[in-house]
C-alpha cells in the first residue's frame, strides 16, 4: 500500500468503530451498558438515546442496589470477591464462615419472603388470636439477629486476617451484597 493512503484508510478504519456502538458490548458492563447482562444498545432505535422517557424496572439511579438480590447472584459476587481477593489459606477459612453465614441469612431471607402471606383483618379480631402473628414476627426478629450477629463476627474475624489492600478491596465489594441484605 502506498504511505499516503495509510493515514486515510486508518481514519477510516477507527471512525467506523465509532459509529457502531454495538461492538463495545463485547468489552463489559462497567456503568450499566454492554457486556454480559448489561443493557448496551440493542435494538436500532435506541442508539443514541440517552435517557428513556419512561424508566423501567431495570434502570435505577447510579450507585442504587436492587431491594433483592438472588442467591445465584449472591453467590457470584462472594466468589468472585474471594478470587479478587487472593486469600491465604488462613484467610480462606476464615473467608469460607464468613460466606456460609450471609448465605443462610439469605436463604432465610428467601424462605421468609416466600412464606410471608398478609394477616387477615378477621384473623386478628379473634380473642387470642394476635398472639400468634406476633409471637411468629419476634422469633423472625431474633433469628434474623442471630443471623446478623453471627456474619458480624465472621466479618470480624476476616477483616483482621486481611492485608491493607485486601481491606479496600472488601470495604467496597462487600457493600454491594450486604446492604441489599440488610435492608430485607
Excluded at 461492538?23 to 450499566?32: D, E, K, L
Excluded at 464462615?97 to 424462605?111: I, K, M, N, P, Q
Amino acid at each position: 500500500m502506498k504511505p499516503y493512503l495509510i493515514v486515510p484508510v486508518a481514519c477510516v478504519a477507527l471512525s467506523s468503530l465509532l459509529l457502531v456502538p454495538d461492538v463495545y458490548a463485547q468489552f463489559g458492563g462497567g456503568m450499566g451498558g454492554g457486556g454480559m447482562g448489561g443493557r448496551g444498545a440493542s435494538h436500532q432505535g435506541d442508539r443514541g438515546k440517552g435517557c428513556s422517557e419512561k424508566p423501567d424496572a431495570s434502570q435505577r439511579p447510579m450507585g442504587q442496589q436492587p431491594e433483592t438480590m438472588g442467591r445465584e447472584q449472591l453467590e457470584y459476587r462472594l466468589n468472585t470477591l474471594q478470587v479478587d481477593l487472593h486469600l491465604t489459606p488462613e484467610q480462606a477459612a476464615l473467608w469460607q464462615t464468613f460466606s456460609d453465614r450471609v448465605l443462610a441469612l439469605e436463604g432465610d431471607l428467601a424462605r421468609q419472603r416466600n412464606r410471608s402471606t398478609p394477616i387477615a383483618a378477621s384473623t386478628l379480631n379473634a380473642p387470642g388470636s394476635p398472639i400468634k402473628p406476633i409471637a411468629t414476627a419476634v422469633d423472625q426478629a431474633r433469628n434474623r439477629l442471630t443471623a446478623l450477629e453471627d456474619i458480624e463476627a465472621a466479618s470480624r474475624a476476616l477483616y483482621q486476617a486481611l492485608q491493607a489492600d485486601q481491606k479496600t478491596m472488601a470495604d467496597v465489594r462487600m457493600a454491594e451484597f450486604l446492604t441489599p441484605l440488610l435492608r430485607a
